[in-house]
């Protein structure tokens, strides 16, 4: 016994009915339902966009943290998603319109070329950042749990902010150009979602197979280098099926980009023919690239952790 302690001496009757009595212990009850249940899903059920939906704050601070870091210790910082479609539509005109003088379907090559790579940019940076976005969260998923489907999707808001710097310089070469505004502009909405389902259907496909298979980052700047000459980008769509054999014509216009950004540059500049069955094929291309990546992400989901 401590001698420094003092002496606490209790009654006698409260001691032995202490003793008598049984200790009673707080047991906490169970909660009547589980905050969150894990289940193995299949089918549709596997793509639940709803709790995609509720991890948005998490998806606005990725994207968020994305051009932050992006833009970090730079000197001109977002003036370079204007410089570089700028110098692009300047070598675009010089070569193909002064050297192959390629038409442009009476419009001015250099706003011409600029249309045509504000919607290239558009798909190209969507499927960039979508399928290194899993190799480059590599502590994140192996650490906390949430819908891995945001990863990819976070992707969207930064490219989104791109677009629309670049699309207020687009504004300006119009004024410039006094090129004027048409109904066309209305379907714009319309053919951003088409671009953006089409990269990230791709964007999701890659990013899975980028974890077990790091060559994909590899070839895919490869396939993008080639998809972009294989596009009309920086030429007409009629000036392509004009020089390319009827045989070769349908294996062209599988490629669902053609229709894409010829009816969107068509929307921006109002030049050009629009082909509505080229435009159909191309936007169910879309959705059903969107359809698979987003089956073929949620069936290699499991291993992600395990793997990457």
């Known amino acids: 016994m401590n001698p420094s302690m003092p002496d606490v001496i209790a009654p006698a009757g409260l001691v032995a009915q202490a003793a008598s009595e049984p200790a009673e212990r707080h047991v906490p009850s169970p909660a009547a339902t589980p905050l969150l249940t894990l289940r193995a899903s299949s089918g549709w059920a596997a793509l639940n966009f709803r ?3 509720h991890f948005r704050d998490l998806l606005l601070s990725l994207a968020s943290r994305d051009l932050k870091l992006r833009y970090k210790q730079t000197a001109l910082g977002v003036i370079w ?9 300047g070598i675009f005109s010089f070569v193909f319109g002064r050297v192959a003088q390629l038409s442009s379907d009476g419009a001015p090559y250099f706003v011409f070329s600029f249309a045509g790579l504000l919607g290239w940019n558009l798909f190209s940076n969507t499927v960039t950042k979508a399928s290194g976005c899993l190799v480059g969260n590599v ?10 489907l945001v990863l990819p999707f976070s992707t969207v808001p930064s ?6 710097v670049s699309a207020a310089m687009m504004l300006v070469l119009l004024c410039v150009y006094r090129i004027p ?3 066309g502009m209305l379907l714009l909405p319309l053919w951003i979602a088409l671009l953006l389902s089409l990269s990230l259907g791709i964007g999701l496909c890659t990013s899975a197979l980028t974890v077990s298979y790091r060559d994909v980052q590899y070839i895919l700047p490869v396939f993008l280098q080639v998809l972009l000459y294989a596009s009309p980008i920086a030429y007409s769509l009629t000036s392509a099926l004009a020089r390319i054999p009827k045989p070769l014509q349908a294996a062209y216009m599988l490629n669902p ?7 969107f540059r068509w929307s921006l500049l109002g030049t050009g023919q629009v082909h509505w069955g080229y435009i159909t094929f191309s936007a169910a291309a879309s959705l059903a690239v969107f359809v698979l990546g987003s089956f073929s992400f ?11």
């Open 159 to 164: 490219t989104l902010v791109d677009f629309g």
């Open 298 to 308: 949620k069936a290699m989901e499991r291993r992600f952790a395990d793997v990457i």
């Open 139 to 148: 502590q994140l998923i192996s650490k906390v749990f949430f819908p891995r």
């Open 181 to 183: 505004p048409h109904w």
């Open 81 to 89: 998603v204007i410089l570089q479609p700028l110098m692009a539509a």
């Open 51 to 53: 709790e995609v939906w």
């Open 257 to 263: 980009l053609s229709g894409l950004l010829e009816a």
